[in-house]
């Protein structure tokens, strides 16, 4: 019975993909990610950012996560179109319920990566019908490196 159990115990486990992540703490090690073919993902806390709205600099930061697969990026090396740093940039787009009105928008995040660690991102949400837009707010904030308490996490996520 011990043999049997074991058996099926390896079975379920190699049918069940198990999923491990791994903390990205820079943007070096964000681009070694990327750069290898790894899944990244990245979870906000953007009450921990800094909100542009209306080209003004917002003192209430709504008390809100979101997170997005790095799926397709580019990355623009130091001085490649005339930039000061290297950076990365991804973006998203995905048709959700309006959290601040009727109906359904586009969700259309966009992120830029600095290899400073900074991180600025756009977030839109777009009229599903009309394509008005009906938001448009940056949130300015860094990479969590364990240690500080800054708003954005990466993560490699990976299979076995």
Not at 9 to 38: R, T, W
Not at 60 to 86: C, R, S, T, W
Not at 145 to 158: I, L, P, T
Request: net charge neutral.
């Amino acid at each position: 019975m011990n043999k049997i159990s074991s058996i099926l115990i390896v079975i379920f486990l190699m049918s069940n993909p198990v999923f491990a992540q791994k903390q990205l703490k820079n943007f070096d090690e964000l681009m070694a990610a990327l750069k290898s073919g790894k899944q990244v993902r990245m979870v906000v806390y953007y009450n921990k950012c800094k909100l542009i709205s209306d080209n003004e600099e917002k003192e209430k930061v709504p008390d809100a996560i979101g997170g997005m697969n790095l799926g397709v990026y580019e990355y623009f090396a130091k001085e490649a179109i005339k930039n000061k740093l290297a950076f990365v940039v991804a973006s998203e787009s995905k048709l959700i319920e309006n959290p601040k009105g009727e109906g359904y928008v586009y969700n259309y995040v966009k992120i830029k990566v600095s290899e400073d660690n900074k991180v600025k991102i756009t977030a839109q949400y777009i009229d599903a019908k009309t394509f008005e837009q009906k938001m448009d707010e940056n949130f300015f904030g860094e990479i969590n490196d364990e240690k500080n308490e800054k708003a954005v996490y990466f993560y490699e996520m990976s299979t076995f």
